[in-house]
């Protein structure tokens, strides 16, 4: 299990400091869970890619699968440093 904290990059130019909790970390897959406050941020922005900047300096290109008031349960992939300046 991988867990962290980190920063969701929103479509519209805002963003959102998350914990994050992946249940798999096979080869540059990432499926877990992303904690914050969701209720705060309009439901159509969750309908998008975003950018996951982790503290330990990784990034990762999420979508959500599923989400409640306090979560976002996502599926996504590593990136590197090169795409994450182009994301």
């Known amino acids: 299990m991988i867990t962290g904290n980190g920063y969701l990059n929103l479509p ?3 963003g959102a400091d998350v914990s994050y909790q992946f249940s798999s970390e096979y080869d540059d897959q990432r499926d877990g869970y992303l904690f914050f406050e969701t ?3 309009d439901d159509g922005l969750f309908g998008h890619r975003m950018r ?3 503290d330990d300096g990784s990034a990762v290109l999420v979508v959500v699968v599923s989400r409640s008031d306090r979560h976002l349960a996502v599926a996504g992939r590593l990136i590197s440093a090169d ?3 182009a994301a």
């Open 12 to 14: 519209d130019g805002r």
């Open 39 to 41: 209720e705060e941020f």
């Open 83 to 85: 795409e994450a300046l």
């Open 52 to 54: 996951l900047d982790c």
